[in-house]
């Protein structure tokens, strides 16, 4: 299995959980790593991504509350969020280019 999501959970609002990806080295050491989501109902969406070099980029929705990050040690890729609403509950998927990992929920509910 190239992506093997872990983190996952339920939480109240206004927590925090931290999702972690781990890819094959030969994945990570070579494309963007991103993070989608996808809520009961609605169409799978981009949360943010991380390029090789570290720059980032996050979704309207989470800016200021997520951070991704990169360890390149570890060949994974972590999802740190923080201030959770319930309007975050989804499968969370990690994500290269053309693979996907085999999603985590994550439900905010109090």
């Known amino acids: 299995v190239p992506l093997v999501e872990s983190g996952g959970g339920l939480v109240q609002p206004g927590g925090s959980l931290r999702l972690s990806c781990e890819a094959s080295?030969?994945?990570?050491?070579?494309?963007?790593m991103g993070w989608y989501r996808q809520a009961p109902g609605k169409q799978r969406e981009l949360v943010a991504y991380?390029?090789?070099?570290?720059?980032?980029n996050y979704a309207d929705s989470v800016k200021g509350r997520f951070t991704i990050s990169r360890d390149n040690a570890k060949n994974t890729v972590y999802l740190q969020m923080n201030s959770l609403k319930p309007e975050d509950t989804a499968v969370y998927y990690c994500?290269?280019?053309?693979?996907w990992g085999q999603g985590i929920q994550v439900t905010v509910s109090s």
């Open positions: 994500n290269a280019p053309f693979i």
């Open positions: 080295g030969s994945i990570f050491s070579r494309y963007t």
């Open positions: 991380i390029t090789l070099d570290g720059s980032t």
